[in-house]
């Protein structure tokens, strides 16, 4: 493996999970590997179980995540059906309100109300 060249763990790739890093040194059969996801963080791995990222490898790898980071969103938003309306852009916590009208799932609203502020909720298709 060379110095200085972009590289994935099999697993990793297999996975579609973008956590890309940098070859820093190689000795024997095993690689120093700086990874970008984490700043000054290193690994010493096999070097078998490494890959070189190519631009269509890191293409497929970036495109699944988003897909799958996007479906994982709209599941989200989807139990998200409370919607607490204490509004206040200068509030330092919560219990003075939030920046914007907050979505909340049926575990986040209690007796009716937020849990975070104590504001009575509404229900998400009637606030917009």
Request: proline letters at 5%; glycine letters at 6%; aromatic letters at 8%.
């Amino acid at each position: 493996m060379n110095t200085g060249t972009k590289v994935i763990r099999k697993a990793d790739a297999n996975k579609n999970i973008p956590a890309f890093g940098i070859a820093r040194s190689a000795y024997n059969d095993k690689t120093v590997v700086e990874w970008t996801y984490f700043k000054r963080h290193t690994s010493t791995i096999k070097t078998a179980s490494l890959v070189e990222v190519t631009p269509e490898l890191e293409m497929r790898i970036l495109t699944a995540y988003r897909e799958r980071n996007a479906a994982h969103k709209a599941k989200l938003d989807k139990e998200r059906i409370y919607l607490c309306t204490n509004v206040n852009p200068t509030a330092r916590g919560s219990l003075y309100g939030h920046p914007k009208p907050l979505p909340l799932t049926v575990q986040q609203v209690v007796d009716g109300k937020c849990f975070y502020c104590g504001h009575p909720v509404i229900n998400r298709g009637q606030g917009e």
